[in-house]
């Protein structure tokens, strides 16, 4: 890995150092730093060479530019004349001036014959573009006098840093006039660094006017070279250099022989060495262990002053200039780089990691408190070190953090922690159940968990280095309240929650149970069922709580009483199952039954009120092999036969039982094919006036003749009908067809339709006789209503109000069967009854008991009173009809007079009469 980042360092530092260097930073950096080391170093000049200057006060006193040629004459010759070595003119003499001057300085050349002329070459426009014109001196000055080149190369920082060995001018190589000064003796191409560590501000300089007008020392110029040339500014032959800001080209050339005589040419070497070393110290940082950015640092700038150092050195000591920028620069990189890792960069990073982590660690901080589950991490020593806000409120401890947790938490859980602890970290956690028992509280049931996790921690003292320890996580639950509602559900699922009694389906299975062990043991099975037969009338006189407590009373006589061997079960509100083997012949009559009867059937106190109940048993033996099914249905069959039996208080259910309710189920269904099988008809049977005998109307009476059961008789269909609501249906067929049949007879008799209560509770009765009134134009004052007493038990605002709507649309009503029931006339009096039909349970016999007699005259009287007429049912002897003509009755109706018949037959019968 190692390896590889030195690579990528490597990498790195080729490329930074290539980018540097193309960028020309590196260049810049170099000449600023080989300046400023001219610029420390110090070398005073060879004194070999004198600079004779047309500065600007020779140009003031001789006001004139260009100079008169002549005036070059007379320097040379004077310069001559003190004995100077070499006299180098740095003046363009390539054009002529007058013949006279300079024949004048063309002899004075001669002369001398130690001169030098300046050749150059330049740009011949201002574009730079159209070639190069080559200023040579005058052919005549040539004669006795060397071209020596003068131009300095400039630099791309503009300044002059190099000066020319020669030149090629016109196919011949001319040396520099710095070369000639400099006694080179080299090749006459190519250029040598100047050195600007040389003092070249210390050049003896005697102004050109001194020298001709002879005030200059003439010791100056013995045996030196002497450079003449401009520094005027005006002469604009200034050139920006290093060190000394601006020279003149003359002294430029100037410093350029020193160079050469000092020996101080300069090369650019060593900047590879500089790279070499700068890259290896930066290897080195990086692939030893050093710790501290400081310290990186300190070896980077380290290196960068030993370089520096060293190239100041070799500069000063070797005409060497070195290249140190790129060296640096791989330095200051690297310094960089350690800065912003060590300081910058691993800061940001490690801060944004803290953030994060921060909020990962509040997150996780919130979610962990807020959990439904109560958690708490114990460590191997048994501490608790965690515990959030649900685990603080289900042990009861406001500070749970910190604690042992054998001090806090149930000994049980604590028990698995350590388990967990001390096992391997692949055990699967297992939820277990944990019940405790509340301290004055109901007992709570505890769901928990146990994890073990490894946490890692740095230790601090010894570096870098991690320890890991287990931990084990508490994961808890109060599952009390879901553990009650299973509970409770279960409970209800087998027992009846106001009895706390077994349900129905409990029964079922306790019967299933018995039955296999009677069916072991050859032993027979008994299944009672008893209902108290007026626990609605209790419901509606006293209220539902009476009733409930009524039923709770009934059970705990059968639990402390009779449940030694029998198993009791609430099968709805108003019976009750129990089940046992019979174990002696006793048991298998009916003395048990007797006993229930004795214990259940006393009366019961609640709050205060006595109440009576009125039981009805049915049971049922397992005889034969019959299923659990069977016996319920059995003895159900002969609960229900039991009901419908006012003289009996206990059956035993018998095979024809069965035959019974399986007709009544084939007779339901047949009867609801019955309109449409058009098997029903209507017989009608006479009413008459008992004053003269005379019909004044008939009853509809509904007649079944069954494809299946033949003549069924009203007593029995019109029950089921009325028990499956199909009575609707019925009396509303019977009211149409005894309209539509009562219109065809001739004279004007009144109609009476039967009207069974359930009529008036279930369907529209009113809207009902409407559209028959309306669909067979039968006049409605002849429609006579009749029903039955028992219509008045519930005694019904809404039924008075139907009755009130009914006789607004002309129809009467007739109370029917009056005397069977408890009704008294007084009370029947307040509902719209035009006439009472008296039943034929008191003229059976021969009317001659005076109770009877009594009982007609007091009917016959009170109804008088109230208004309204009496029919007596029944009537089948003359002696009847004649007693009760006798005692006042004005109306009758029985086989005396007519059994029920067809309409035709009605008809042709009154007919007859008339
Ligand atoms: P109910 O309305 O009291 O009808 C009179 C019953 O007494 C009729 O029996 C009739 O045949 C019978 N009867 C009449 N005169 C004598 C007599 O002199 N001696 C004896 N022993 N019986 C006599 P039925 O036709 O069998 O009807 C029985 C009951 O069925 C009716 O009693 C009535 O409550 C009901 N019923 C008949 N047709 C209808 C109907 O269309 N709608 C409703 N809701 N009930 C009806
Ligand atoms: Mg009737
Ligand atoms: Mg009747």
Not at 27 to 46: C, I, K, M, N, Q
Not at 557 to 573: E, I, N
Not at 906 to 911: D, P, Q, R, W, Y
């Amino acid at each position: 890995m190692r390896l590889v980042n030195a690579c990528l360092l490597a990498i790195f530092m080729v490329a930074s150092v290539f980018v540097v260097r193309a960028s020309g930073i590196a260049t810049s950096l170099d000449r600023w730093l080989w300046e400023a080391r001219f610029g420390v170093d110090h070398r005073p000049v060879s004194g070999e060479i004198v600079l004779v200057d047309i500065d600007a006060r020779s140009l003031d006193s001789l006001g004139v530019w260009p100079l008169p040629r002549r005036l070059y004459g007379q320097l040379t010759d004077q310069l001559a004349s003190l004995g100077v070595q070499d006299i180098v003119f740095d003046v363009d003499f390539s054009a002529a001036s007058t013949p006279e001057d300079d024949l004048i300085f063309a002899e004075a050349i001669e002369r001398a014959g130690i001169v030098s002329l300046a050749a150059f070459v330049q740009k011949a426009g201002a574009d730079g573009n159209s070639g190069e014109v080559v200023n040579l001196p005058q052919e005549m000055f040539l004669q006795n006098a060397w071209p020596v080149v003068v131009m300095v190369p400039m630099e791309d920082d503009s300044r002059i840093w190099r000066n020319l060995f020669g030149f090629e001018i016109s196919g011949t190589s001319e040396l520099s006039a710095a070369a000639f000064l400099g006694n080179y003796s080299g090749t006459t191409s190519g250029a040598f660094g100047l050195d600007y560590s040389i003092a070249i501000d210390q050049l003896t300089r005697v102004s050109l006017i001194d020298v001709l007008e002879g005030s200059a020392d003439p010791s100056v110029f013995a045996g030196k070279k002497v450079i003449v040339g401009a520094s005027a500014l005006e002469l604009r032959d200034l050139f920006p250099v290093p060190v000394f800001e601006i020279l003149p080209g003359s002294v430029i050339q100037a410093l350029g022989a020193e160079t050469l005589l000092q020996n101080r040419a300069m090369t650019e070497r060593g900047e590879l060495i500089a790279l070499l070393f700068a890259s290896v110290i930066v290897l080195l940082l990086f692939l030893t262990k050093v710790e501290g950015w400081q310290v990186k640092v300190g070896i980077l700038v380290l290196a960068v002053i030993s370089i520096e150092v060293l190239a100041f050195g070799v500069q000063r000591l070797s005409p060497v200039l070195v290249p140190a920028a790129s060296a640096y620069f791989l330095l200051f990189f690297a310094a960089v780089g350690v800065i912003l890792r060590e300081l910058g960069f691993h800061k940001v990073l490690s801060h944004i990691a803290t953030v994060r982590r921060r909020n990962s660690e509040r997150i996780l901080g919130q979610v962990f408190d807020d959990s439904f589950d109560a958690i708490v991490v114990l460590d191997k020593d048994g501490n608790i070190t965690a515990a959030n806000q649900t685990a603080r409120k289900l042990f009861l401890d406001e500070m749970l953090t910190g604690k042992p947790a054998r001090s806090v938490l149930p000994a049980a859980l604590v028990e698995e922690a350590e388990i967990a602890l001390g096992s391997d970290k692949n055990r699967q956690p297992a939820p277990q159940i944990l019940t405790l028992a509340g301290e004055g509280t109901k007992r709570r049931f505890i769901e928990f968990v146990v994890t073990r996790s490894d946490k890692t921690e740095v230790s601090r003292n010894r570096n870098g280095d991690f320890e890991t320890r287990a931990v084990a996580c508490l994961t808890c639950r109060d599952v009390t309240d879901e553990r009650e509602s299973a509970e409770q559900l279960r409970y209800l699922a087998q027992f009846d929650p106001v009895t706390n009694l077994a349900n129905r389906n409990e029964l079922e299975r306790e019967l299933s149970r018995k039955m296999k062990l009677a069916n072991d043991s050859g032993q027979e099975l008994c299944l009672v069922q008893f209902a108290v037969s007026n626990f609605d009338q209790i419901v509606a006189t006293l209220g539902f709580s009476y009733g409930d407590r009524v039923r709770q009373a009934i059970a705990s006589r059968l639990k402390s009483h009779l449940s030694q061997r029998t198993t009791w079960a609430a099968m709805s509100a108003d019976v009750f199952a129990g089940v046992y083997l019979c174990e002696t012949d006793d048991d298998r009559d009916l003395s048990v039954i007797d006993k229930i009867r004795e214990i259940i059937g006393e009366d019961y106190t609640v709050e205060g009120a006595r109440i009576s109940v009125q039981l009805k048993f049915g049971c049922a033996f397992s005889e034969g092999s019959i299923g659990p099914e069977d016996i319920l249905k059995r003895s159900g069959n002969a609960l229900a036969k039991v009901r419908r039996d006012d003289r009996k208080q206990v059956i035993r259910f018998k095979p024809e039982m069965g035959t019974a309710l399986q007709r009544r189920r084939k007779l339901e269904t047949e009867l609801f094919k019955a309109i449409a099988r058009d098997e029903l008809s209507l017989a009608y049977q006479p009413l008459i006036n008992l004053e003269d005998g005379s019909t004044f109307g008939a009853e509809a009476l509904l007649r079944w003749e069954s494809r299946e059961f033949g003549t069924v008789s009203p007593f029995e269909f019109i029950p089921l009908a009325e028990e499956n609501g199909y009575i609707v249906e019925l009396g509303a067929w019977a009211l149409n067809r005894g309209m539509k049949e009562a219109r065809t007879w001739q004279e004007r008799l009144r109609l009476s339709v039967n009207i069974s209560p359930v009529q008036f509770s279930r369907g529209d009765l009113v809207g009902t006789v409407r559209e028959a009134l309306e669909r067979t134009h039968f006049p409605a004052e002849l429609l006579d209503l009749e029903v039955t007493e028992s219509l008045f038990i519930d005694e019904s605002e809404d039924l008075k109000f139907h009755m009130e709507e009914l006789k607004s649309l002309g129809c009467s009503f007739s109370l029917d069967d009056f005397g069977t029931g408890y009704s008294s006339l007084g009370y029947v009096a307040n509902y719209p009854f035009s006439k009472i039909k008296l039943d034929k349970s008191f003229v059976r016999q021969s009317l001659t008991s005076k109770r009877d007699i009594a009982i007609i005259e007091a009917v016959l009287h009170l109804a008088n009173g109230f208004d309204m007429s009496v029919l007596v049912e029944g009537i089948e002897t003359q002696e009847q009809a004649r007693v009760l003509k006798s005692l006042g009755c004005p109306m009758g109706q029985g086989y005396l007079f007519g059994k029920p018949m067809s309409s035709t037959d009605f008809a042709l019968l009154v007919s007859k009469a008339a």
